[in-house]
């Protein structure tokens, strides 16, 4: 005998994005910030002038992936029970990625799911970690392997509060709008050559070809079950070199810097991107003040860290390799002698 639970797949999980100076939000229900001391010291009392709802929490939790856990999402959810949150309560993630990750992944948990409004702190949050729906906490095999896809009920880009990211922190959300160009934008990728990112008007111009970017691959692979993998393009090493250095070494994006030199270099010795392109992406890299370079000490063991990646397979690693700049190709083809030899390239 069978029986079938006819399920109806229709609801919509659309939003918006906004960029533009944050507006009044009036929220009908009970609303948790969910910031930590960083964010909140520079900003908080701004984002509470914006904000009204029937009750607002604020959640501190501390500030560094390295407290992107469950012991910190514990502490969310015990606040929102705590303060008797239910199922048509709000979380308000305001921060940086970690926060938004975290936020995200608490919102779809709690009494099973409750929706969050993602309102991004710095420049690489604003062009990636907010959009799409991706939340989730690391833990001691690697980066981001415990989490969920959750849309946000909107995204709120601010330029504003890009006014006080120190340096290493822009640069890392560089790293990002870079690897939006390489992946699927060779003409945005020139501008950017040209461009200075220090101008207002350039940077919010630059932020919003990202973000349209990304929106249309999170339409198109909202799961990531096809090509929205390849804006993985430089993680798949990055993750490595994070999981490497304990998450204290490298910020997100400088990580990612890293690990899209690597992947070039693997993209060259495989005769598909040519050196010269590949210097042009380091050389953008390089003047926002990104790391390019690593030393791994331990080839092999580096090489077995792909394997807990979430592409890959018991057997095969996949790997995000540009073709061009715009194209890039998702392939577990790679022999390992070939990549072996791309990372003693950068042994000691």
């Given at each position: 005998?069978?029986?079938?639970?006819?399920?109806?797949?229709?609801?919509?999980?659309?939003?918006?994005?906004?960029?533009?100076?944050?507006?009044?939000?009036?929220?009908?229900?009970?609303?948790?910030?969910?910031?930590?001391?960083?964010?909140?010291?520079?900003?908080?009392?701004?984002?509470?002038?914006?904000?009204?709802?029937?009750?607002?929490?604020?959640?501190?939790?501390?500030?560094?992936?390295?407290?992107?856990?469950?012991?910190?999402?514990?502490?969310?959810?015990?606040?929102?029970?705590?303060?008797?949150?239910?199922?048509?309560?709000?979380?308000?993630a305001f921060g940086g990625g970690v926060?938004?990750?975290?936020?995200?992944?608490?919102?779809?948990?709690?009494?099973?799911?409750?929706?969050?409004?993602?309102?991004?702190?710095?420049?690489?949050?604003?062009?990636?970690?907010?959009?799409?729906?991706?939340?989730?906490?690391?833990?001691?095999?690697?980066?981001?392997?415990?989490?969920?896809?959750?849309?946000?009920?909107?995204?709120?880009?601010?330029?504003?509060?890009?006014?006080?990211?120190?340096?290493?922190?822009?640069?890392?959300?560089?790293?990002?709008?870079?690897?939006?160009?390489?992946?699927?934008?060779?003409?945005?990728?020139?501008?950017?050559?040209?461009?200075?990112?220090?101008?207002?008007?350039?940077?919010?111009?630059?932020?919003?070809?990202?973000?349209?970017?990304?929106?249309g691959v999170v339409a198109a692979d909202?799961?990531?079950?096809?090509?929205?993998?390849?804006?993985?393009?430089?993680?798949?090493?990055?993750?490595?070199?994070?999981?490497?250095?304990?998450?204290?070494?490298?910020?997100?994006?400088?990580?990612?810097?890293?690990?899209?030199?690597?992947?070039?270099?693997?993209?060259?010795?495989?005769?598909?991107?040519?050196?010269?392109?590949?210097?042009?992406?380091?050389?953008?890299?390089?003047?926002?003040?990104?790391?390019?370079?690593?030393?791994?000490?331990?080839?092999?063991?580096?090489?077995?860290?792909?394997?807990?990646?979430?592409?890959?397979?018991?057997?095969?690693?996949?790997?995000?390799?540009?073709?061009?700049?715009?194209?890039?190709?998702?392939?577990?083809?790679?022999?390992?002698?070939?990549?072996?030899?791309?990372?003693?390239?950068?042994?000691?």
């Amino acid at each position: 005998m069978t029986v079938e639970i006819a399920l109806d797949k229709a609801r919509d999980d659309s939003y918006e994005i906004f960029i533009d100076t944050l507006s009044k939000l009036h929220l009908d229900t009970k609303v948790a910030v969910v910031t930590n001391p960083t964010v909140s010291g520079f900003h908080l009392e701004y984002l509470l002038r914006q904000v009204t709802a029937k009750e607002l929490v604020v959640i501190t939790v501390p500030d560094g992936e390295q407290y992107k856990s469950w012991e910190t999402i514990t502490t969310i959810l015990d606040e929102m029970f705590e303060n008797r949150f239910n199922r048509r309560s709000m979380l308000i993630a305001f921060g940086g990625g970690v926060i938004g990750d975290m936020t995200g992944f608490a919102s779809s948990i709690y009494q099973r799911g409750i929706d969050f409004i993602q309102i991004p702190t710095t420049l690489l949050s604003q062009v990636d970690a907010s959009v799409g729906g991706k939340t989730g906490i690391n833990n001691r095999f690697g980066k981001n392997l415990i989490g969920a896809f959750h849309q946000p009920q909107a995204v709120y880009i601010d330029p504003y509060f890009l006014q006080t990211l120190p340096k290493r922190e822009f640069g890392a959300g560089v790293a990002e709008v870079v690897k939006m160009a390489v992946t699927f934008n060779s003409d945005f990728f020139a501008w950017l050559e040209s461009a200075d990112l220090s101008d207002s008007v350039q940077l919010r111009e630059a932020i919003t070809q990202a973000v349209e970017t990304k929106a249309g691959v999170v339409a198109a692979d909202e799961k990531e079950k096809g090509i929205r993998a390849a804006l993985n393009y430089g993680h798949t090493f990055g993750h490595v070199i994070e999981n490497e250095t304990g998450y204290t070494r490298y910020l997100h994006g400088e990580a990612v810097a890293i690990g899209m030199v690597m992947a070039n270099e693997l993209a060259v010795s495989l005769g598909w991107m040519d050196r010269e392109e590949a210097q042009r992406i380091k050389a953008l890299l390089e003047r926002y003040g990104l790391p390019v370079t690593y030393v791994i000490r331990d080839v092999e063991r580096f090489y077995e860290t792909f394997f807990l990646d979430k592409k890959s397979s018991d057997s095969t690693v996949t790997f995000i390799i540009p073709r061009h700049l715009g194209e890039v190709e998702i392939t577990d083809s790679v022999e390992k002698a070939r990549v072996i030899d791309v990372l003693a390239k950068f042994g000691e």
